[in-house]
DNA sequence: TGCGTTATGTTTAGGTCTAAACATCGCAAC
DNA sequence: GTTGCGATGTTTAGACCTAAACATAACGCA
């Protein structure tokens, strides 16, 4: 009965009931209905490649970076502060809103790139307990030979979309944001 | 100049200079133009909706795992294992094909299984220096329950879309993974 | 038989994140 | 004033991953 649509070579050694492999998000819910019958699978074709794009987009950018002397993190960080205009700063808890990560890896992202002397923090100039974290010239020298070089090779990995296609993504994907966030943020 | 489409309340204390907050894909566009005209943000908002649906699936899929017990990396393990159908084994290696992690994560992640009794290693039936991963039933009966509830859950996130849509977008993220994989494996 | 090569697993060092516990600071109610 | 609450930062324990160093085991071949 399996006629499995695999795109994989068909293993060596296919010994009975041993399920061909699967790579493709195709696959693995055919895989699914195969020996579990009933099974919800209508997921599975959005949101598995919604992951395996989001690791092949991180793991070349990491290859970038890895030549720019930088790490995604603190790419993250800086970029933050740059595209917030002057002054180049924020508070702790405005980092952490704006890069979705907890305020405790802001802090320990801020510790890594103070030492590596990017960005100081300063004691809060306004009121509170707030402190601004601010980009130093080396900060500002780092991000602005970097974002160029990531920003271009993602352009590169994009291009063979055509515009409308693009668009339609966008579109796409900003519906289904929508969706998800109303329906697990409440 | 700046007239940013923003869709965040305007900051209480607007000073000069500082940037609105960023809040969407096209909000951090508009900023890097804003801030640095000319840079390349074509892929923005194809790249960032991507990341930000990944990790809105990752946190909400962890929340439901919370509940059934199990963690999204053993999800993971005992997922494959049980689509690949009786016997339910796998080598290492294959493992680690089919999750997109090292080796040497799913030698640390079956060590984590082994110790909760969720899978045992045995010892090459076949050649080579291969070790076999199998279910146990206590694992057997994790995964079971556990994967109505994580893909039934999924299901209703991504309801929103009307079939049409959802093929579109199927097809438009395929296209793009055929893409992305074309220029940064070879 | 002996040796080098290749494939496979495991271990370890280092890095990053989250969640939770702490530590302050400002402010409001009284 | 002072007591308590809420917001903000930092620290710490635990989890998980990658990359690289180590082990083995099977093979090919002289």
Redesign the pocket.
Known sequence: MPDPTTQEPAPEDPRPGTAAPAHSAADIAAAWQRERPGTPTDSIEVVTPIWWLGKLFADDRARVLREAGI?A??L?LLSVLRRSGPPYAL????L?RRT?????????????AERDDLVH?SGSPA?????LVTLTPAGHALIERSVDAVLGREATLVAGLTPTERTTLTTLLAKLTTDVRHRTQP
């Open positions: 790490d993190a603190t993250d508070s702790t808890r405005e952490a979705l990560v907890t305020a405790g890896a802001i802090s320990q992202r801020v510790a890594r923090r009121g509170g307990r707030t402190v």
